[in-house]
DNA sequence: TTTAAACTCTACTAATTTTACAGAATTAAT
DNA sequence: ATTAATTCTGTAAAATTAGTAGAGTTTAAA
């Protein structure tokens, strides 16, 4: 499941996504739109621009906007930005890999080859999502 | 990301999915051959009983043993009776259905049908991944 | 009928993660 | 200077997860 954190990084960046070009957009904006407590919001967009996913211009009439074009920001992104693999266990997962502390050999895992089948589908499914497939209906 | 428990239980699973039919597997011979902690393992057991994915003899020289056919334990079964939906948010999910309550009209909500075609796709692939296709390499 | 060896059940606890909130610091426009 | 915004760090409550403890129950066999 999503987190919280993680649901609302995407409701921003919809709510970003749906604003004309060059529109910047407070945070107290987005906050009040699309029903994300401000302080918590806030610490997400910092977030989402350390990922480059976001740009922010500071003080006066300043706040956040897409850096990346809404199509090539995927619910794999931002799902590996605040929850981590996609895999579901890090022995499977390609960019958060670990190995099991209680595994004896990897490769004889009979659970790991399976996982890794469903990290392969799944990813490619979270890579097919865009903000810009989202905002399109 | 799957839970401890959700691990454990797959592997204990493979486990018995390995002996001899009619073998009866003590939790203690389970929890050492899989590296699993006793006492927890015996709580997992309980929950896959009552999930009828195992059966149990009780008293001494009783143990637990597959209920169901290997070919009939599916990943998403075990991930839904451990942790619950596999869908990313529970707006999106079939079995563990619920409403977001920051949600004005789920209807009009844009990251809701992106959600339900990842749950679709990825319970297609959960669904292929049972315990004898784990075992069988 | 007693004993041993197993499962069953409930409750508890420690650690971790999640979800925020608070407030001071910084930046930029007027 | 003042105002209005982001930035940064620290704190804290709540929920979840992972695991432990111990008493109870069942069954087989001596």
Redesign the interface.
Same mark, same amino acid.
């Given at each position: $499941?999503?987190s919280q954190k993680t649901?609302y990084a995407?409701?921003a960046l919809?709510y970003l996504a749906e604003q004309d070009v060059d529109h910047i957009s407070k945070t107290v904006e987005i906050a009040e739109a699309a029903?994300i407590p401000k302080k918590f919001l806030e610490q997400i967009l910092l977030d989402l621009k350390r990922g480059h996913f976001v740009g922010s211009k500071q003080g006066k009439f300043g706040g956040y906007y897409l850096l990346k074009s809404k199509n090539d920001i995927t619910?794999a992104d931002i799902h590996r930005l605040f929850d981590?693999?996609i895999?579901?266990?890090?022995c499977a997962s390609l960019n958060f890999y670990e190995r099991c502390s209680?595994c004896?050999d990897e490769s004889e895992c009979?659970?790991r080859?399976?996982l890794i089948?469903?990290r392969e589908?799944?990813l490619k499914? $979270?890579q097919?999502?865009t903000i810009a497939?989202?905002?399109k209906?």
């Open positions: $499941m999503l649901k995407l409701k919809l029903s619910l981590g693999a895999a579901l266990l890090p209680d004896v009979l659970l080859h399976g089948t469903i589908e799944t499914a $979270m097919g999502i497939s989202l905002v209906k």
